[in-house]
């Protein structure tokens, strides 16, 4: 089992950075997979950014203006968000998942355990 807790959330002018931080505890954190989803209002959950041991992921609505980083001694993974834009507004959701690889780390249901979320607000 895996607990994760997301923080660092807030409300930033458009421009702005943020830095996430996902704290995990429970199983061997390197063990897993890391991951960021994001969901804004009336729309699906979408892939942010990835990390494993082979690398690091990143979805296109971010790519480029964020960077994932893990520390194991800490169990905690980071994403740092810069030249934030209103559409960057939603709640973001740290994951876990074992099985995941190159081939699916932006599927959902490869991760097994989610964080409750931190929310993000981009002001124009």
């Known amino acids: 089992q895996v607990q994760l807790v997301e923080s660092g959330g807030g409300l930033v002018q458009a421009g702005g950075s943020l830095r996430l931080s996902c704290a995990a505890s429970g199983r061997t954190f390197s063990s897993y997979a890391m991951g960021w989803f994001r969901q804004a209002p009336g729309k699906e959950r979408e892939f942010v950014a990835a990390?494993?041991?082979?690398?690091?992921y990143y979805g296109d609505s971010m790519k480029g203006r964020c960077t994932i980083s893990g520390d194991n001694a800490k169990n905690t993974v980071l994403l740092q968000m810069s030249s934030l834009k209103p559409e960057d507004t939603a709640v973001y959701y740290c994951?876990?998942?074992?099985?995941?690889?190159?081939?699916?780390?932006?599927?959902?249901?490869?991760?097994?355990?989610w964080g409750h979320g931190t929310q993000v607000t981009v002001s124009s």
């Open positions: 994951a876990a998942g074992s099985q995941v690889n190159y081939l699916n780390y932006d599927v959902e249901r490869r991760y097994d355990y």
């Open positions: 990390i494993n041991w082979s690398g690091t």
